[in-house]
């Protein structure tokens, strides 16, 4: 374990705090994406079904590294 002043230290770091931002930036677009239909294809539901798989893996593993770096910060 990264002992609590490195991770702080990490945490207050403008790269980081900018890249946390790019990050959820890019979830947001994907997000719109779906919103706007950009994962469905109605000629073929096994890549619609594959799109929005994929989809739901990467905003959830945007989800869990947030909340990864939340619970860090509530220890």
């Given at each position: 374990m990264v002992n609590p002043?490195?991770?702080?230290e990490w945490k207050a770091?403008?790269?980081t705090m900018a890249m946390m931002?790019?990050?959820e930036?890019?979830?947001q677009n994907l997000l719109y994406a779906m919103a706007q239909g950009h994962y469905y294809n109605p000629e073929s539901m096994e890549e619609t079904f594959?799109?929005?798989?994929?989809f739901c893996g990467e905003v959830q593993g945007i989800e869990t590294l947030k909340r990864i770096i939340t619970e860090e910060e509530n220890e």
């Open positions: 002043e490195a991770v702080q770091n403008p790269v931002e790019a990050i930036e890019y979830k594959g799109n929005t798989a994929k």
